[in-house]
């Protein structure tokens, strides 16, 4: 897939591809073909190894058959990865081909098992037993080690050396030793004993044989391989489990007839319709029906949200209740489940700081590595200690050595936890992000749309001596019910869901920016402004005037009702609190942040917003202009803060660019999402905590991978280098290592909101 994205110059447009690399066996690789295709003009590109791909950018100097042949002239394979289609897993594992690997492992766990027996305890040794155990280890080295050996030969012919030189040079000189001792030493006599030692091995070198070490470390690292490839494959699930969430066919609305088609024939403004318990098949508009929408797959939102005609409804949601209508407004990669899908895997192909240091030591390890071994074959045979012993050490140098687990660290990491993140509905954008979550220490929430629902509601209605609650909310109901004011919506809707069906409104006015005003059952009813009421000699009555002033006092709005000649009730209407903003706010305050309120509201009103969440007085910032937002998140930063910010409208968009963390409630505008660093997909700021969470603990299993990853490496090669390591522990350990990571980072999938 290629984009246009903007370049160094002002003036030129760089384009994006991103490739699918073949061939690659450890992070060496990776860093390899990234050095070759960052050597271009105009290129910047980065190479993952656990995802196997390359996020390239390139001018118009460089064309995407110039970047394929660059990888291919490293010694690898590129091409453009085929556009991401929705399969179920059961489809994909009847469609999969037979593993080689697997194939390969079993054949030499079988071959194995019997020489190492036969190699490591005496009891099992007969006469001429060593010729069978190297007639066993032969296949094992030749066809078990083919990768090994294929790669290491490709990189010696273009100049390079990886893991797989390690590999290949440890096992080809263990059972080179071998075959010497066996035909020209004194290793082939009839009755030849042979003992096992941790350490390395003494005695004489003519009669020592290292066949179990070359089957055995064959096998080992065949077996990492194997168990690395099924957990990144288990890593990097979150992808597909996305694109399996949408519906393969839709049932669409032809000239009022009911027809069945592929999902991919769906257009922008096509009809269709959804079922109690299907899948929505693409974003829309309801137009016709009421239900509720489990959309729990995509959001991690347990309880189903109600939805009725002009709701917007998301592909891939489960129709929980009733029989909708709906009509599409967004196909294919435009739907909010592709782009949720795009999105996870640009995280996934980034790179954080502390990886782009360990793909730089990886580069040069394994020459180094090859010099260490050398070295350890010349210090102990110039100690005299013996060839047996010499060999011994500078072998298990080789195979120990191996920076896998370094290549691992964070792209595993990272696999799992913007994964994991995904099912949650929290949509991480990058690596960079994680950084940046463990130094944010003020976080300013916007009002509207975040702590709020951004949505007008009837909060109480005030009467008059002699009135009824119902009686009032009924007229001004109706009334409100022919204006399309969202604070009449707000009066409609209540006296809707409370009265049920509304009476018809006669006369209908609607005086612009006072109130409106008509006839409802045979009574002349006024709503609005008070001054609307007092041009009509229609006056609040003591109680009702102070009703009316302390709304106001809190920042809410009155809206004064009379009727048949007389001031008769107030209804008190105000954007309501999110009942989940309160717990957020605490939930951010025990992660260390501190909450700042900020709104383009008048001070009143933010002042009752932020008492009913918790968020002290002199934390709130109000009657901001949006442009001014950004003059509000800079002062914060100039004094000393790291200022994370949760916005959801177009407003929003460049203050929470200039924050140091970004974070925009998925249910605002689109220019919000594309400005910040996390997107919280569904509408409650609990997910902002859980987002900031689920970022550190990500951040921290990098860094404890890392960790694991340099500590052996660097705790390994001295213990091999001084003898105290047999090749055949050293491999098992190599092998493991990488699996400890890849299995470390796994532990994220448990991570719960």
């Known amino acids: 897939m290629s984009t246009a994205t903007p370049g160094t110059d002002p003036g030129a447009l760089r384009d994006r591809v991103e490739l699918t690399i073949g061939g690659m066996t450890c992070a060496s690789c990776a860093a390899r073909i990234e050095k070759k295709l960052n050597r271009l003009d105009g290129v910047e590109a980065t190479v993952n190894y656990a995802t196997e791909k390359a996020r390239v950018d390139f001018g118009p100097d460089v064309s995407v058959a110039d970047l394929i042949a660059t990888v291919e002239r490293t010694g690898y394979t590129a091409e453009l990865p085929p556009p991401p289609v929705p399969e179920p897993a059961e489809a994909r594992e009847a469609a999969a081909e037979p593993d080689p690997l697997r194939e390969r492992l079993l054949i030499s766990a079988a071959l194995t098992v019997p020489v190492v027996l036969l190699s490591m305890v005496p009891a099992f040794q007969f006469d001429n037993w060593q010729w069978l155990a190297f007639a066993l280890t032969g296949p094992v080295v030749v066809y078990g080690g083919l990768p090994f050996h294929r790669a290491a030969w490709t990189n010696l012919r273009h100049g390079a050396a990886t893991m797989d030189t390690l590999v290949s040079l440890g096992t080809l000189a263990a059972f080179g030793w071998s075959v010497w001792a066996l035909f020209f030493g004194h290793a082939g006599i009839a009755g030849m004993k042979h003992e096992f030692t941790l350490a390395a091995g003494s005695g004489d070198a003519s009669g020592t044989l290292y066949l179990e070490t070359a089957a055995a470390v064959t096998m080992l690292i065949l077996l990492g391989r194997w168990l690395e490839a099924r957990s ?48 929505i098949a693409t974003d829309g508009r309801v137009v016709e029906g009421r239900s509720a929408v489990d959309a729990s797959m995509l959001t991690g939102e347990s309880v189903p949200v109600e939805v009725t005609v002009g ?100 792209p595993t990491a990272l696999l799992v936890g913007t994964g994991r993140g995904a099912q949650l509905g929290i949509l991480i954008k990058g690596p960079e992000v994680l950084e940046t979550t463990r130094r944010v220490d003020t976080i300013v929430l916007d009002k509207t749309g975040t702590v709020t629902t951004g949505r007008m509601a009837l909060i109480s209605v005030h009467t008059a001596d002699g009135v009824s609650e119902e009686q009032a909310l009924r007229l001004a109901g109706a009334l409100e019910h022919a204006s399309e004011h969202p604070i009449a919506a707000a009066i409609a809707a209540a006296a809707a869901e409370h009265l049920g069906e509304l009476p018809r409104v006669e006369d209908f006015e609607n005086v612009p920016g006072r109130g409106v005003r008509g006839t409802v059952d045979g009574h002349a009813v006024v709503a609005g402004r008070e001054a609307l009421l007092a041009d009509q000699a229609q006056h609040l009555p003591p109680d009702l005037a102070e009703a009316k002033a302390a709304a106001e006092a809190a920042g809410r709005t009155a809206v004064a009702v009379g009727w048949d000649g007389a001031a008769r009730a107030v209804l008190v209407v105000a954007d ?34 932020a008492a009913e969440v918790g968020i002290a007085a002199e934390d709130v910032i109000a009657e901001v202009l949006p442009e001014d937002k950004v003059a509000v998140i800079r002062r914060l930063q100039a004094e000393g803060r790291s200022v994370a910010m949760v916005g959801d409208g177009v407003n929003d968009a460049a203050a929470l660019a200039q924050a140091d963390l970004g974070l925009a409630m998925g249910t605002g505008t689109d220019a919000a999402m594309a400005a910040s660093d996390l997107t919280l997909v569904r509408g409650d700021l609990r997910s902002a905590a859980d987002a900031i969470r689920l970022s550190r603990r990500t951040l921290a299993t990098i860094k404890g991978n890392l960790f694991w ?24 350990t190599m092998a493991f290592s990488s699996v400890f990571v890849v299995t470390n980072s796994l532990r994220l999938r448990r991570f719960t909101a």
């Not at 699930?237 to 519906?247: F, S």
């Open 709 to 732: 990853a340099f500590a052996y490496n660097v705790a390994a090669i001295p213990l091999a280098a001084a003898g105290l390591l047999n090749p055949v522990v050293a491999g098992a």
């Open 311 to 410: 709701d917007q409804v998301t592909g891939g949601t489960v129709n929980a209740g009733g029989r909708l209508v709906v009509e599409a407004t967004r196909i294919g990669a435009d739907t909010q489940l592709a782009r949720m899908a795009k999105l996870v895997e640009e995280a996934q192909n980034g790179k954080a700081a502390a990886q782009r240091l360990a793909d730089r030591i990886s580069a040069v390890f394994v020459p180094v590595v090859i010099l260490i071994a050398l070295g350890t074959l010349v210090g102990w045979l110039l100690a005299d200690q013996g060839a047996t012993q010499a060999f011994t050490a500078a072998v298990a140098v080789l195979i120990i050595a191996c920076p896998c687990a370094l290549g691992l660290a964070t």
């Open 232 to 279: 990144k494959r288990r890593a990097g699930a979150a992808v597909h489990a996305l694109l399996d969430l949408g519906a393969k066919d839709v049932t669409v609305l032809v000239d009022g007839r009911e027809t069945r088609l592929p999902v991919t024939q769906l257009v922008v403004g096509t009809r269709f319709v959804v079922r109690p318990g299907e899948k």
């Open 576 to 609: 309501t609190v999110r009942p989940t903003s309160a717990e957020a706010v605490a939930r951010l305050r025990t992660l260390g942040l501190h909450p700042v309120l900020l709104t383009g509201d008048n001070r009143a009103a933010a002042a009752a917003v």
